[in-house]
């Protein structure tokens, strides 16, 4: 395992002081209200688990699950949810967390098909953004750390499931030739 991991990216200790940060300026901002936080499985299950108990608001939280389908899945743009949340968003504030935005598709749709339910407000926290490699526009409201293109794994990001428990976050590279064409 370890030989694939040539980098870390970020270290246990910085991700602490971020998610802190992070959950203040959300606590900040809520300040007063109970808000609903959604955890967009699987990746992001760690990230929320840290910053739902770094809030100083009280928050209810759920889960949600999407994938993309299709040939060529990436490059076709078709997302489904495939396991929905199970508590009414209507009028409430929502606070849907990411471990990781990249092409924009699946955060665009799940948000959308959240405002379709009445919410109050629906805002987007992601661990980290790849920015450039956006396909659809799309802006979260609070991100951990802009990156560069690159595959990362730990921190609840995987490479085929392997890697989520990590504490930190790594670059996996050099990855086999296989494993290369699966990241792409
Ligand atoms: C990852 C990540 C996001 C999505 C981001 O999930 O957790 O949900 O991809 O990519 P996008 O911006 O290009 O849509 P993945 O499908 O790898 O599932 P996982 O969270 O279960 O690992």
């Avoid at 040539?6 to 300040?31: F, Q, T």
């Avoid at 299709?70 to 076709?76: K, L, V």
């Avoid at 794994?153 to 976050?169: S, T, W």
Wanted: hydrophobic fraction near 40%; glycine fraction near 8%; charge should be negative.
């Amino acid at each position: 395992m370890a030989d694939v991991l040539k980098k870390v990216l970020l270290e246990p200790s910085e991700i602490s002081g971020r998610v802190s940060e992070m959950a203040g300026a959300i606590s900040r901002d809520y300040a007063g209200r109970e808000i609903l936080v959604i955890g967009v499985l699987k990746g992001a299950f760690v990230f929320m688990a840290d910053l739902i108990r770094a809030l100083s608001i009280p928050c209810q939280t759920d889960f949600i699950r999407a994938a993309s389908y299709g040939a060529g899945t990436e490059s076709s743009g078709k997302i489904a949810i495939t396991k929905d949340i199970e508590m009414d968003v209507a009028g409430r504030d929502v606070l849907v967390v990411e471990d990781i935005l990249d092409s924009g598709l699946t955060l665009r749709y799940i948000v959308d098909a959240l405002k379709l339910r009445n919410p109050r407000s629906v805002k987007v926290c992601a661990f980290l953004d790849k920015r450039k490699r956006r396909k659809v526009h799309f802006e979260a409201d609070y991100v951990g750390y802009t990156m560069e293109d690159g595959f990362v794994v730990g921190y609840g990001l995987d490479f085929n499931e392997q890697y989520r428990f990590l504490p930190g976050v790594y670059v996996l590279d050099p990855a086999p030739e296989g494993e290369k064409e699966a990241n792409e």
